[in-house]
């Protein structure tokens, strides 16, 4: 199990320092080194950019945390590549393997409500992405 409560609460009361700029250049670099492609609509404001390889999710970058969560089996030196912001690591994108106080959870991404129907015990990388897009 991987308790993201502690790096959650961390980056989300640490001043703002990340940009949508170093958020677009991690993902592509991260792209890059893996032969996948960076999904991202930026006139929607989501809040992710997603690595793709053959259009499944094996990364994704926060436009507004310094937090890269990524399949560990799919990225070389992540921490070169992460530019300061900090990797969760995943068996995949599908495993509900983290977990998260719901207070937490709602003070870094705005609001308890979207989390209610979240697996609070387990919940995979996609079940969080869902819920904060």
Known sequence: MI???????RLGDQPVT??????????????????GVVDWDDEADEEWLSVLLRDTRVAMVSTTLRLIVAVERMVGDIQVIARGGTAILVPSFDAPVMQ???????RTFGGEDKFRELGLETFSANDLWFATV
């Open 3 to 9: 308790d993201i409560s502690d790096v959650l609460a």
């Open 18 to 35: 990340w940009t949508e700029e170093v958020a677009v250049g991690v993902a592509d670099d991260l792209a890059r080194s893996v032969g």
């Open 100 to 106: 998260c106080e719901i207070d937490i959870l709602g």
